[in-house]
């Protein structure tokens, strides 16, 4: 079966520690995404990737760091730094963005971080 | 404040009744899509509408444009109890440094009631 899987599904951390959130496609999908949502919200971008090896900062990426060492990985690192990371995180892919217009993604079943 | 705004941002109806829900958005866009999102669980697309389009079906749904008005509504007909989920609009820039990246609104919650 073809999509995106997340691991794990629910993740305590106590504070101070950092904690990585696994991201990884089989949609040979040159582009993923880190989002976070808070309870009644819309998502807010981390960090996205367009292809491996390089990737850049989304509107809220303070506290959090990624990789793109594979084109199907994508890991999420919640640091220390991240005052308030108790949040429902979300991974998604996309088909490249070189067509000039973007089209749908698609996303994880999502990782539920608690902080203790 | 975020580029997309949802409304209502919540709608209860009977199975069987249309749902309509509008998103409003502040710039030129590339496309704005609709997602749907059950409790806990990941975004699903629903559909992408381009600038350049007016109207835009899939099964059930309708989807409108307006980018003069910077408006688009999102029409689920003959609703079901399955449909029950909070439904998202996110927008595409049309260009600049934000360019490719989805903004979504903060989503109507809408529950069908058997």
């Known amino acids: 079966d073809g999509g995106i899987t997340q691991s794990p599904k629910y993740l305590f951390r106590k504070e101070g520690q950092n904690v990585t959130l696994s991201c990884e496609q089989n949609?040979?999908?040159?582009?993923m995404y880190w989002y976070r949502q808070d309870p009644g919200q819309g998502l807010r971008l981390i960090y996205y990737?367009?292809?491996?090896?390089d990737f850049q900062k989304g509107d809220i990426a303070e506290g959090y760091s990624v990789s793109r060492e594979k084109k199907e990985s994508f890991p999420l690192t919640v640091t220390s730094a991240q005052k308030n990371p108790t949040a429902f995180y979300l991974c998604a892919s996309s088909k490249g963005w070189g067509s000039g217009s973007i089209g749908e993604q698609f996303f994880g079943p999502g990782t539920r971080l608690t902080v203790l | 404040s975020q580029q997309g705004e949802e409304d209502p941002q919540a709608l209860s109806i009977q199975e069987g009744e249309n749902a309509t829900m509008n998103c409003s958005y502040k710039t030129s866009i590339n496309n704005l899509q609709w997602y749907r999102q059950n409790s806990g669980r990941g975004l699903v697309h629903l559909i992408l509408i381009r600038s350049n389009e007016r109207e835009k079906h899939s099964g059930r749904l309708r989807v409108t444009l307006d980018t003069s008005k910077k408006s688009s509504s999102l029409l689920i007909t003959a609703s079901r109890a399955a449909d029950t989920a909070s439904y998202f609009c996110a927008t595409v820039l049309a260009g600049g440094t934000s360019y490719g990246k989805l903004t979504f609104g903060q989503g109507t919650i809408l529950t069908v009631h058997p």
């Open positions: 990737s367009q292809i491996v090896n």
């Open positions: 949609l040979n999908h040159d582009a």
